[in-house]
């Protein structure tokens, strides 16, 4: 049981951090340290999604429910279900790759365009 309340958890941790990537620039523009965090996670995400390299998270998800079943079915609980279903959607794998690169290109944009010092200083936050 152990093995997939943590299952379940990582499962929920995945689907939070990509939330963070796709929306973090929000908080990035105003805070330094989470603009550290949000750019080398693009910049993993840019560089593992275009090789269909295994992302860490779902690896250990993987070996948790393994660990608590080799032979289950069901993805885990209720809340694990639901992050998991909405984290692994069924997309074209040239779709994927294409709006990471997208996502990515979006945000270094934010970051580091001629228009973001400005934005930075409106919105009060260090260069």
């Known amino acids: 049981m152990t093995y997939m309340v943590l299952a379940d958890i990582v499962v929920l941790v995945h689907t939070l951090w990509t939330l963070f990537l796709v929306i973090g620039a929000w908080w990035g523009v105003r805070s330094r340290a989470v603009r ?25 998800r993987l070996w948790l429910l393994e660990r608590y079943n080799p032979h289950t079915t069901y993805t885990g ?19 994927v790759e294409v709006s990471t690169i997208l996502l990515c290109l979006f945000n270094f944009w934010l970051y580091f365009g001629k228009k973001a010092s400005s934005l930075r200083h409106r919105l009060g936050s260090p260069r």
Do not use: E, M, N, R
């Not at 609980?77 to 779709?95: E, N």
């Open 36 to 60: 550290l965090v949000h750019v080398l996670g693009l910049v993993y995400a840019g560089v593992t999604v275009p090789f269909d390299a295994p992302c860490p998270l779902s690896t250990l």
């Open 77 to 95: 609980h209720f809340i694990g279900y639901y992050a998991d279903k909405l984290l692994h959607i069924d997309l074209p794998f040239h779709f």
